[in-house]
């Protein structure tokens, strides 16, 4: 079956740190990748998404790219933001119509 | 312009008491779904309809009855309600699921507490 590993969190950065947050993936077939966040009270919101290999997504500062040869797509950003602050999801789309998430990475910001 | 809205935000009720959740969505889209976030963050699908039509249903206690009245809305009914039900639920919706993969739009949830 699908699913979807991601680094587990907490992480706690300072604001223009560097931030990464791994993502693999074990799936049939060719699936789409995407990050949501979620901020703290909201529901998910969409960061990015690659729907082939070799596809970057980029978004708010954000980037993964989808890397088929280690089924990963990483997400990186170069200078985070206190209002970065949130659970970020990795999650995979195959032809079943479901998304899997992973398990959430929590992450703080600090000024 | 709300996309995707859910009633009630929170709800606390009893156990054993029965309780229904609302979501409506003004996208258009003809796919919907119900998610289940426990305390730990973790999110799982419960069910999918596509033009009122259950295309995903996980293994999840018959308790729980997802209605579809029109594309629109997608309300989840949950009867005899336990302790373990406490959690936030989430409704989202997408153009078709059926036609390929694309999007899915969140609503900000419904927290679920029983006591």
């Known amino acids: 079956g699908n699913s979807v590993t991601q680094m587990e969190g907490p992480v706690t950065l300072s604001e223009e740190a560097f931030l990464t947050i791994n993502c693999t993936y074990t799936a049939t077939g060719y699936p789409s990748l995407f990050w949501y966040v979620q901020y703290p009270g909201e529901g998910l919101q969409l960061l990015l998404k690659a729907t082939k290999a070799d596809d970057k997504g980029s978004n708010k500062g954000f980037e993964a790219t989808y890397r088929k040869e280690t089924t990963s797509f990483h997400l990186e950003k170069g200078s985070v933001q206190v209002s970065d602050s949130a659970v970020y999801f990795c999650?995979?789309?195959?032809?079943?119509?479901?998304?899997?998430f992973g398990a959430g990475t929590t992450v703080t910001v600090r000024a | 312009d709300t996309a995707v809205s859910q009633t009630p935000k929170y709800l606390v009720t009893q156990m054993g008491n029965d309780k229904s959740i609302k979501c409506e969505q003004n996208?258009?889209?003809?796919?919907m779904y119900w998610y289940k976030q426990d305390s730990k963050k973790f999110l799982k699908i419960m069910f999918s309809y596509n033009n009122k039509e259950l295309i995903i249903n996980e293994t999840v206690p018959n308790r729980f009855s997802p209605k579809s009245p029109d594309k629109a809305h997608l309300n989840l009914h949950i009867n005899s309600l336990e302790l373990g039900d406490s959690a936030v639920y989430f409704c989202a919706s997408s153009r078709n699921a059926l036609a390929g993969t694309e999007t899915q739009y969140f609503g900000p949830g419904t927290r679920l507490l029983v006591l």
């Open positions: 996208l258009g889209h003809d796919t």
């Open positions: 999650a995979l789309r195959s032809n079943d119509y479901k998304l899997s």
